[in-house]
């Protein structure tokens, strides 16, 4: 293949940057996640929270961007299978679009139901303090829509693989940096 048709399949630089930093937010949040209670209550569970709100907020930003990018100026690539297999993947990433935006709200909501304290610098007001129903109801779905994402995104991860390892093909590295 010449480096023109090879160029014209690869996403543009602020798409693959855009998709890994979306990649590298989703780990360490959902890592977060999993691991505030382990913290002593106290300055240090504040400390770890506030981080993953801040990143949340850092997702949500990076998300918007890369909407925004998508439906703008972003490349747009041709299928990278006929068929059920392309169908497939446009179901796939319309999922991971759909998860991250819900995860991303449900994580606002859960902070505002809960009323955190951010780095000790400022509390959000809770919306319905000592309601600890709506607070579990809400924090469990937050739960579930990252861990279904994180789902998705394992399937996508080996998906990526199988064209690159047993397909042989270049769908992996449309989305690798170049060096």
Known sequence: ????????LRYDRRSIVLHW??????VALWSFGQTIDFFPKGDAR??????????????AIVLGCRIWWRLGAGT?????GVGWLDTVATLAHKTLYVLLVSTVLLGVANAWVR??????????PAFDPGNRALTQSVEDWHALSANTLLI????????????????????????LIRR
């Open 1 to 8: 293949m010449n480096t023109a048709v090879n160029l014209a």
């Open 21 to 26: 930093l979306t990649v590298a937010l989703v």
């Open 46 to 59: 504040i400390a770890a929270r506030s981080l993953h709100i801040s990143l949340g907020v850092a997702l």
């Open 76 to 80: 747009r690539l041709p299928p990278a």
């Open 115 to 124: 009323g955190d304290t951010i780095f000790n610098l400022f509390k959000i």
């Open 152 to 175: 998705v995104a394992a399937f996508h991860t080996a998906a990526a693989l199988v064209h690159h390892f047993v397909f042989e093909d270049d769908v992996l590295r449309r989305m």
